[in-house]
């Protein structure tokens, strides 16, 4: 999708987890690291770090813009300049988590905007991917689960 905002990728997941479980999974450090990325600094709280570092050279930074506990995160997203990194600069593209309650855990819709035609496609199946390892994580994917729009 594109449109003012940039391009936009849209995924939602069912996850067998409560929604206050898969919040924990975006806001501690710790739980993130079991799905997303390799270490991590967060500071969940309106303009507080989130920093993501994968394997090898990729680091995702980006500040946490808006949260409600249990139902809404806002963050920004970019990417540190590394080799093969996307040509997204720190903090330049936004992320909106819902969680909402549903068919027994979580239905989970992450928005992401702003985002350069040139890397929609690598955080569509980033997305995806990572998604799939954070259901897998809180709980587990049922069938439910769906892929990105």
Excluded: K
């Amino acid at each position: 999708m594109t449109g003012p905002e940039g391009d936009t990728v849209e995924h939602e997941i069912w996850i067998n987890a409560r929604p206050e479980t898969v919040w924990r999974y975006w806001t501690d450090p710790a739980r993130i690291c079991d799905w997303w990325g390799a270490s991590a600094e967060l500071d969940p709280r309106p303009g507080g770090t989130c920093l993501v570092r994968l394997s090898g050279d990729a680091v995702m930074r980006g500040e946490f813009v808006e949260l409600i506990p249990y139902r809404r995160i806002v963050f920004t997203l970019g990417w540190e300049p590394a080799d093969g990194a996307p040509p997204v600069p720190p903090g330049s593209s936004t992320v909106t988590i819902t969680l909402a309650a549903g068919n027994g855990g979580t239905i989970l819709t992450l928005r992401h905007t702003r985002l350069p035609s040139a890397a929609r496609d690598m955080h569509r199946s980033g997305w995806s991917h990572y998604l799939r390892a954070l259901a897998s994580a809180a709980g587990w994917p049922g069938p439910q689960a769906q892929g990105g729009r």
